[in-house]
C-alpha cells in the first residue's frame, strides 16, 4: 500500500542527467517547486593526494554489467563536447539507406537556448576551421581550450598537409580560477575535481541553491499518475528502500534516459492508456535513431603517447558534402585517452595496450537512421529485444577511408580495423512531432493528449545528425522549461 507525500510541487522531474537537471535549473529560476527523483547516488571524490589520478574510469564505479545510476547521469563520465547540430540536421536529409526526418522545429527556434544552454555550461569554442558552424547571436561564451603541446604538433602537421581543424567546444572550467586542469582522465572518466561541467555541477547544484528544488537520491519512480479520465497527469508513484509512496503535482517531466523513459511511460498503463502512456500509436520506444562510430589508431611513434590532454580537435569538412561521395558524410575526432585495453581478453590486453600506448584513438561517426522498426522491443513491462538504427554503410565505410587518408597524407601510419560500427548516442524513442500517428510528444516535449506530462531527454529528438547530443538536450531542456513555468505560474 502507497502512503501520499503531504507536500505538492507544481514539477516532479524524473532523472537527474542532462535533461532533467537542466530542466530543473530552468524551472528553479521561474521559481517552480520542484522535486528531482534520481534512483542512483552521489559520485564522491575518493581522492587521498594530489599525486592520485584527476579522473575516475566508469568501469571502476559501475558494476560487473557496466551499468549504474548516479546523480547527473551520463553525464559524469561524458567527454563534456557540446555542439549545437549543424543548421541542415533540423530539415529531411537524404541518405544512402533512407531520410532522416524532418524535426517539429527549425534551428532558429533552438538557437536562443542553444546560447543559454553555452554560457551555463561553460562551453569553449571557436567556429574557426568548421565550415558547418550554424548562425551564431553571440560567440562562444569562452575562447577554446588551446592544444597541449604534443597534440599542437599533431594539428599543425595535418594542417601543413591541407586538413583544417577546428576546435571541440567544451564544457569544463578552465581558465583563471577554474579547477581543471586538462589531465588525461576526462573522458569516460568521473572528474573527482568537479571540473567537467556535467549536469549535477553545472545545473543541479545551482538548481538547488535557490530553495525551490528537492532532490531524491535511491528512488525509483514505479508509474506516473494521471487522472481517471487520462487526459492530465496527477502525480507519481515512488520506491524508496522498500516503501512506496505518492507525490502529487501538476506537471511529471520523464527524463530518465532513452530505455527507462520508455519502460516508465509503458508500465505506467492505464485501462485509458492500456499500452502505457503516450503510446496510443504504437509509437513509444520505437524511431530510435543514433550514431554509426568506428575508430582510428594513428601511430605517434616509438615513444609512448605522454599522458596529457588530447581531445581537442574535429575535423567536420565532410559532414555535408563528403569527398567523392553524393551523400552526407560525418565528423572525424580524436578522442580522450581512455583505457580500452581494459575490455580485452587477457591474452590480448598487453599487446591491445601497447598498441594504445603508442596511438592517438581518434573516432568518425555518420548518422544511424530510425525506421518503425528500429527501438526497444517489449513483452509486458521487459524488455526483450533491441533493434538497431539503420546504418549507412558504404558512407560509413567512405569515411573511414577518408579519415584514414587524412592522417597518411601528414605523414602517421594508421591502425584502422575494417569492421561493422559501434551505435552511439541513440535518440528518438519518444520523439517530438506535430503528427500523433508517428510521434509520441508534441513540439513543446508534451505527450499527446496528456496533459503535464513531459518527455525532456534524448528520448524526443527525431535524429541525431553526426555530432554529439548532449547540448542540444541541454538546450531542449532549457527551450521546454519555458513553456512548463508559463503554464505553472
Not at 532522416?100 to 522545429?105: G, V
Amino acid at each position: 500500500m502507497s502512503e501520499h507525500l503531504s507536500r505538492h510541487y507544481d514539477v516532479i522531474v524524473v532523472g537527474s542527467g542532462a535533461g532533467g537537471s537542466t530542466l530543473a535549473y530552468k524551472l528553479s529560476r521561474a521559481g517552480c517547486r520542484v522535486l528531482v527523483v534520481e534512483r542512483g547516488k552521489y559520485l564522491k571524490s575518493q581522492r587521498r593526494s594530489g599525486s592520485d589520478p584527476v579522473g575516475k574510469h566508469r568501469s571502476d564505479l559501475a558494476g560487473k554489467d557496466g551499468e549504474a545510476s548516479f546523480v547527473g547521469g551520463l553525464t559524469k563520465f561524458y567527454g563534456s563536447a557540446l555542439y549545437r547540430m549543424r543548421e541542415s540536421d533540423f530539415g529531411a536529409v537524404e541518405h544512402e539507406s533512407g531520410v532522416s526526418p524532418a524535426w517539429p522545429i527549425g534551428y532558429s527556434a533552438l538557437a536562443p537556448f542553444y546560447e543559454e544552454a553555452e554560457a551555463l555550461y561553460r562551453v569553449h569554442g571557436s567556429p574557426d576551421g568548421d565550415p558547418t558552424e550554424p548562425p551564431r547571436g553571440r560567440p562562444f561564451p569562452y575562447p577554446p581550450i588551446e592544444h597541449d603541446p604534443y597534440v599542437s604538433s599533431i594539428v599543425r602537421r595535418l594542417e601543413q598537409s591541407g586538413t583544417r581543424v577546428s576546435a571541440i567546444p567544451l564544457g569544463i572550467d578552465y581558465g583563471p580560477g577554474g579547477k581543471c586542469v586538462r589531465c588525461s582522465t576526462c573522458d569516460s572518466y568521473f572528474c573527482q575535481l568537479d571540473a567537467k561541467m556535467d549536469a549535477e555541477v553545472a545545473a543541479l547544484r545551482p538548481a538547488l541553491a535557490t530553495g525551490n528544488v528537492e532532490l531524491m537520491v535511491g528512488a525509483e519512480c514505479a508509474r506516473v499518475l494521471t487522472a481517471s479520465d487520462g487526459l492530465h497527469v496527477t502525480g507519481v508513484v515512488l520506491r524508496q528502500s522498500d516503501r512506496e509512496q505518492i507525490v502529487h503535482a501538476d506537471v511529471v517531466a520523464v527524463c530518465a534516459g532513452l530505455q527507462e523513459t520508455a519502460s516508465l511511460l509503458r508500465r505506467s498503463r492505464t485501462p485509458i492508456h492500456p499500452e502505457g502512456l503516450g503510446n496510443a500509436t504504437g509509437c513509444l520506444g520505437r524511431y530510435v535513431a543514433g550514431h554509426s562510430v568506428g575508430l582510428i589508431f594513428p601511430f605517434m611513434g616509438r615513444k609512448h603517447v605522454p599522458q596529457v590532454f588530447t581531445k581537442t580537435f574535429a575535423i567536420n569538412r565532410f559532414y555535408n558534402v563528403a569527398s567523392g561521395w553524393p551523400y552526407p558524410g560525418g565528423t572525424i575526432q580524436v578522442a580522450g585517452q581512455m583505457p580500452f585495453w581494459n575490455h580485452m581478453p587477457m591474452g590480448a590486453r598487453q599487446l591491445v595496450r601497447l598498441i594504445g600506448t603508442h596511438t592517438l584513438m581518434c573516432f568518425y561517426m555518420t548518422e544511424a537512421l530510425p525506421t518503425k522498426e528500429t527501438g526497444f522491443i517489449f513483452d509486458g513491462d521487459r524488455l526483450v529485444g533491441h533493434t538497431a538504427p539503420v546504418h549507412n554503410l558504404k558512407t560509413f565505410f567512405n569515411l573511414r577511408g577518408l579519415a584514414c587518408n587524412i592522417f597518411k597524407q601528414a605523414g602517421y601510419y594508421v591502425l584502422a580495423r575494417r569492421r561493422r560500427p559501434y551505435v552511439w548516442h541513440e535518440v528518438g524513442a519518444a520523439r517530438f512531432g506535430t503528427d500523433p500517428s508517428i510521434s509520441v510528444t508534441d513540439p513543446n516535449c508534451q505527450v499527446h493528449g496528456i496533459k503535464g506530462l513531459f518527455v525532456v531527454d534524448s528520448s524526443v529528438l527525431p535524429s541525431a545528425g553526426a555530432l554529439n547530443t548532449a547540448l542540444t538536450i541541454i538546450a531542449l531542456a532549457l527551450r521546454a522549461g519555458n513553456h512548463i513555468s508559463e503554464h505553472v505560474n
